[in-house]
């Protein structure tokens, strides 16, 4: 079984330019998250969708950020326009279940995010 | 935000066991223990997980203090692959969050 895909697994891209990470879940995962780790910083929660839905969104640093789940698949995180502060790596993550407490996440690989 | 105190780093000879300790004096009733791992240029792993009483796997136990406060990630025998960053987290929502975790080094 596929385990959680994310590409590209690096981007370098300028300030000011539009960068789109994907993330595709493990098949039949309704609970998909976004997390980062920017320079010297922890692993940092982005958001929660359930299916389609934002569950919750409470970590999105800003409105350069835009995340989509449509259909309830694979994710995308859009950063327009990316910002210095904005590199980092990018981990995509899904579940079961909503509920992480009795439960697994299972990680992908990460995007590793550069802004020149 | 993180909810838990681990140290910087640890030391281990290979086959070896390695007990790695996390402070968690804030814990709520409703908090259970993870335990994560990330292996250099990967995504975090999960290792186990518990509430209450101690938990065995196949890659590592957890023990669990009777007051809750502290537990411990035990790995019976430690090989090269085992170096990694492990992360103790308390979670009770939908969310993990991540300390900066233990550093382990595993040495021939």
């Known amino acids: 079984e596929a385990g959680v895909t994310q590409f590209p697994s690096h981007s370098v891209i300028e300030k000011g330019q539009t960068v789109t990470l994907r993330c595709d879940p493990i098949?039949?995962?309704?609970?998909l998250y976004w997390y980062r780790r920017v320079m010297g910083k922890e692993i940092k929660f982005l958001l929660h969708f359930v299916k389609e839905s934002k569950q919750d969104e409470s970590g999105m640093p800003n409105n350069r950020f835009l995340a989509e789940r449509t259909g309830g698949t694979y994710s995308t995180l859009k950063v327009q326009p990316a910002e210095l502060e904005d590199s980092g790596v990018y981990f995509c993550?899904?579940?079961?279940?909503?509920?992480?407490?009795?439960?697994?996440?299972?990680f992908g690989q990460g995007t590793r995010l550069t802004v020149v | 935000d993180a909810k838990t105190t681990q140290p910087n780093s640890m030391e281990s000879n290979e086959e070896e066991p390695v007990h790695l300790p996390c402070n968690h004096s804030t814990i709520s009733g409703t908090d259970y223990i993870h335990w994560y791992r990330q292996l250099p240029s990967q995504g975090p792993e999960y290792v186990i997980h518990g509430l209450t009483s101690n938990v065995n796997n196949r890659m590592a136990s957890l023990a669990i203090a009777e007051d809750r406060k502290s537990s411990t990630l035990i790995l019976h025998r430690a090989t090269l692959r085992d170096a990694a960053v492990y992360y103790c987290i308390l979670t009770d929502t939908d969310k993990l969050i991540f300390g900066t975790g233990t550093r382990l080094q595993v040495f021939p």
């Open positions: 098949s039949g995962h309704d609970n």
């Open positions: 993550a899904s579940s079961p279940r909503w509920s992480l407490v009795d439960t697994e996440a299972f």
